[in-house]
């Protein structure tokens, strides 16, 4: 039997979104406020999911300090107060909506993790906006 646990972090960062391949009023009818020259920003919520077998000698998938460590060292040291569009390495070349730093922070977190145990990540942008990146079946 496999068992989830999830751990669940706070940052604050800030982002622009705008596609430089759009005019300045093409980029502010899509992206309205969101595409202010000046950015914006949001206190983001994390939760991270990891999904495995209990080690019979611990009955952990993996310590949650562990996970708690290697979700500070790889995202929140790099994202917390900075500006995505700007400062953090992994989002520099992207639009920054939700659903693309979910996919990155996915894609980051899954590299440090032991292969296949990363189930899902979802990231709260508002109490209302939330993007989940999660493991496909294939």
């Known amino acids: 039997m496999k068992v989830s646990i999830t751990r669940k972090a706070h940052f604050t960062s800030g982002h622009r979104l705008y596609n430089p391949d759009f005019s300045d009023e093409e980029n502010r009818r899509i992206f309205g406020p ?10 983001y919520v994390l939760e991270v999911t990891v ?4 080690d ?7 310590n ?8 500070n060292e790889h995202i929140i040291s790099r994202c917390d107060h900075k500006n995505f569009s700007v ?14 730093l979910a996919k990155r922070i996915f894609e980051v977190l899954d590299s440090k993790l032991p292969d296949g145990t ?3 990540i979802k990231l709260f942008e508002t109490e209302n906006n939330i993007a989940i990146a999660e493991r496909g079946d294939g």
Not at 51 to 54: H, K, M, Y
Not at 56 to 62: K, L, R, V
Not at 88 to 100: H, K, M, Q, Y
Request: aromatic share 2%.
């Open 64 to 71: 949650l300090k562990e996970l708690k460590n290697i979700i």
């Open 118 to 120: 990363l189930q899902r």
């Open 51 to 54: 999904t495995g077998e209990l």
């Open 87 to 100: 400062d953090v390495d992994f989002t520099r070349d992207i639009i920054p909506t939700a659903e693309n």
């Open 56 to 62: 019979p000698a611990t009955g952990m998938i993996m």
């Open 34 to 43: 969101c595409s202010n020259p000046n950015g914006h920003g949001h206190n």
